[in-house]
């Protein structure tokens, strides 16, 4: 069983910055990690994947160039480099995996999901 668990969300202005954490009871390495997001009366959104190993990334055209996938095996944990935050990114952001390695692009069939973490945009 995979648990994975986000932190990192919070209130901050438009334009202001935040980063995501994700952490498992899993080695991480092993896994691709797909952010996800969903706001209130909207569809989840897949917004990042993130391969294991060297990293490679995927993100939605609706973030690309403002988030950022990384991740850090040693303390066990992905990131999401959230810039230039709008007030449409506000959502309950989520990571997950399919427990594959690579990305298969941004798709949403995904084996173990977190509880979520909630991003609010606002002035």
């Known amino acids: 069983q995979v648990q994975l668990v986000e932190s990192g969300g919070g209130l901050v202005q438009p334009g202001g910055s935040l980063r995501l954490s994700c952490t498992a009871s899993?080695?991480?390495?092993?896994?691709?990690i797909t952010w996800f997001r969903q706001a209130p009366g909207k569809e989840r959104e897949g917004v990042s994947c993130?391969?294991?190993?060297?990293?490679?990334?995927y993100y939605a055209d609706s973030v690309k160039g403002r988030f950022t996938g990384s991740r850090d095996n040693a303390k066990n944990t992905v990131y999401l480099q959230m810039n230039s935050l709008k007030p449409e990114d506000a959502a309950v952001y989520y990571c997950?995996?399919?427990?594959?390695?690579?990305?298969?692009?941004?798709?949403?069939?995904?084996?173990?999901w977190g509880k979520g973490t909630l991003v609010t945009v606002s002035s």
């Open positions: 899993v080695i991480l390495d092993y896994y691709a």
């Open positions: 993130i391969s294991s190993g060297h990293g490679s990334t």
């Open positions: 997950a995996t399919d427990t594959l390695s690579n990305c298969r692009g941004i798709h949403d069939y995904m084996d173990y």
